[in-house]
């Protein structure tokens, strides 16, 4: 009884939370030979296989470095199966998987490696494949990933957008003058990470953000100029958060951007909205205008949430248990309570999360009140918790394959 | 026996424990009234004066809370005196220092902020004014400032650099593909903050910095695009520095260049090199290409060497202190030995430091080789040690000013 572990898709701080997971439940349920396939599925085609060393994993705390260890660590790819399942890529993987007895193939990634569990599945059906069962474990900072409450890896980049955001606005208050930040967060097409900059405003004695911009809003330019105005009559250095997924009724903001395409799956390569929407207020404003981008830093950040943590470490363990017995099948969070913060782990369709994405519901985008009422109610619990990094030298050190690969 | 402090310029991380230092110093020495002006200069012409209120100071921990508080609590300016001594705001400064009895005015800043103290002692010198001294505290992430080994806020940016490079360093090497990803650093013309960056290095198995640039380089566009080459030829996901001061020699790479335009809206680009290098790599190799600016999140991080902070707060004390016998010096920090780490401290004219600015050494970029050895020799001391933070609701909470003031 062997199983294989791929990552693939954007990578996130707990991701290797969900791999330790899979690692830790293979060992307990008595898996011979745990593999990783390196840069997803393109490590079985090409051959980049490497096999876990169950003894130093157990004895030198991988586990516990590996929840403390952001980015893909058996690499990413974003490559996209043929719908025709007949092609010959998809017997080069079986041919693999029957070749080193692999009953469990475990994928974790978002919406589009959803589409290779289910798109292997379908193989399996058309060609009556019974012996290894395929199945997925969710993660995407995004968190537009449906049929669950929530997304691993989500949390632990709103935790380091808040904290992030409180020293940006330590950073922008410092002069007297008239100033708008524009601070353009990721989450693609939805807004959730970028409403997660409200979580900055619990317990804060003064405003954290003016104005949030979220892909799911309808504004022209010229309503955004005249809140703008607005907001600089009330106060001096303005805090505008925009998701990188935002775009005004008339595109003005769109920077040819959406001719650029990622290879594997044809999306639109989406940021620039908040260096745009900062040259408009220059513009139009004459006052200081400045436009950081949170870029990739907030997906890989160090900085990481326990329960973010706890919760990938779970799925993962939970998507091997589930692949002794189902296939096509994902592992999710469904929430009970809020406060008291409760979860019970229920199994999805696959089929019900590729290619499909959760935006926030039109009900929370009614004011910018109920939005921040809203998204505290539901991301606040979490956030909470941190993991305490492994300093040496004076900066953090990260586990690298190598440590614990025969 | 009263005394005024003041922070001008640009924020640092640890910019506050030289603030508490000052505090702390001016409690120990039995000063009456401890004024803080806010927003430099602007507060005493404008009358924006707070006053600490020692017990509180004392009795709240709120020493340990200013030094893990990132940015001028105080709030900054960029506010030049006049040459002319004569004009009418010195005669305000003064007539408020003698209102209120103000006997020593301690201003931390950086290289402009040091021309203000200069400014202030030689109107007190036409003026025969010996009842109040003016002191600087040195401060500045770019490490700049003359007659000093090193300038407090400097290791931490450091710090935070070297940590987040190796969280980029996890993040672009999971896709196996040909990439180039450029990383803009702060430092203005000086590359110290950038060339720290190659303390990422200290005990990684793999490379994490492949290129670097700083603005005391001379380099073609051409003679750039061939290293960027070559190095493609060695690794895929090439990760390249660029200080924020940098330019080639023909000036392509400045924002000003009419060649180089946004794609949307025809402006000529006006962000950093570091975009204007990734367009330019990006146009001749047509690989992946991604910008990074670090931003202002370099110099206001939470992530604090305790090393810097205690150094700062000692530098802050030690003005407090001079201002009692002396004016128009700045306490410094003076290296004795690098391994192990031994300083001592002394006192600077402020003349020597205003207007001034120290570059990399001419022998230190011999090669990549001897600038990595030099580096790591000269901050790898100053990272050490962490402050650790306050968490409270999942993030990083700080002290703000209206918990300590009258």
């Known amino acids: 009884m062997n199983c294989?572990?791929?990552?693939?898709?954007?990578?996130?701080?707990?991701?290797?939370?969900?791999?330790?997971?899979?690692?830790?439940?293979?060992i307990d349920r008595g898996f011979s030979r745990i593999y990783g396939s390196l840069n997803?599925?393109?490590g079985i085609i090409d051959g980049n296989i490497v096999?876990?060393?169950?003894?130093?994993?157990?004895?030198?705390?991988?586990?516990?470095?590996?929840?403390?260890?952001?980015?893909?660590?058996?690499?990413?790819?974003?490559y996209k199966l043929d719908e025709d399942c007949e092609s010959a890529i998809y017997k080069k993987l079986f041919d693999f998987f029957a070749a080193n007895e692999i009953n469990s193939f475990i994928y974790i990634g978002g919406n589009d490696s959803m589409d290779t569990v289910v798109k292997l599945n379908k193989y399996m059906q058309l060609?009556?494949?019974?012996?290894?069962?395929?199945?997925?474990?969710?993660?995407?900072?995004?968190?537009?990933?449906?049929?669950?409450?929530?997304?691993?890896?989500?949390?632990?980049?709103?935790?380091?957008?808040?904290?992030?955001?409180?020293?940006i606005r330590s950073d922008i208050d410092i002069y007297d003058i008239k100033s708008a930040t524009i601070v353009e967060i990721m989450g693609r097409n939805a807004g959730w990470l970028a409403a997660s900059s409200l979580l900055s405003e619990i317990g804060s004695s003064k405003n954290?953000?003016?104005?949030?911009?979220?892909?799911?809003?309808?504004?022209?330019?010229?309503?955004i100029l005249q809140e703008v105005k607005d907001a600089l009559e009330k106060s001096n250095n303005l805090l505008i958060v925009v998701s990188e997924g935002f775009m005004d009724r008339d595109k003005y903001f769109d920077g040819n951007n959406a001719q650029i395409?990622?290879?594997?799956?044809?999306?639109?390569?989406?940021s620039g909205v908040g260096q745009r929407l900062k040259d408009y207020i220059h513009d139009n404003l004459s006052i200081k205008t400045r436009a950081i981008e949170m870029n990739i830093v907030q997906r890989t950040n160090q900085l990481i949430s326990k329960t973010d943590s706890d919760e990938a470490f779970e799925l993962g363990y939970k998507a091997l248990e589930l692949s002794m017995e189902m296939t096509n099948?994902?592992?999710?969070?469904?929430?009970?309570?809020?406060?008291?913060?409760?979860?019970?782990?229920?199994?999805?369709?696959?089929?019900?999360?590729?290619?499909?994405?959760?935006?926030?519901?039109k009900a929370?985008?009614?004011?910018?009140?109920?939005?921040?009422?809203?998204?505290?109610?539901?991301a606040s619990p979490l956030i909470l918790g941190e993991l305490e990094q492994d300093f040496s030298n004076g900066f953090v050190q990260f586990v690298e394959l190598e440590d614990f690969i025969k």
Chains 1, 2 share one sequence.
């Open 364 to 378: 929370w985008l009614e004011s910018r009140k109920v939005l921040e009422e809203k998204i505290v109610e539901y």
């Open 51 to 78: 096999e876990i060393d169950k003894e130093i994993f157990l004895s030198k705390g991988i586990e516990d470095k590996l929840k403390k260890r952001p980015s893909s660590i058996l690499g990413s790819c974003r």
């Open 208 to 223: 954290i953000v003016d104005l949030i911009y979220l892909g799911e809003m309808n504004y022209s330019k010229e309503e």
């Open 4 to 26: 294989i572990i791929g990552q693939s898709g954007g990578p996130t701080s707990v991701i290797n939370s969900s791999f330790a997971g899979c690692v830790r439940a293979a």
């Open 127 to 167: 060609n009556q494949i019974d012996w290894i069962n395929v199945v997925g474990v969710p993660k995407t900072i995004d968190n537009d990933l449906c049929e669950m409450d929530h997304s691993p890896g989500y949390a632990s980049a709103a935790k380091y957008i808040a904290t992030t955001l409180r020293t």
């Open 329 to 361: 099948v994902v592992p999710v969070i469904r929430r009970l309570s809020s406060n008291p913060y409760k979860v019970e782990y229920a199994s999805a369709s696959a089929g019900e999360i590729a290619n499909k994405e959760k935006l926030i519901p």
């Open 40 to 42: 997803g599925i393109e």
């Open 261 to 270: 395409h990622d290879k594997g799956f044809n999306h639109p390569i989406i």
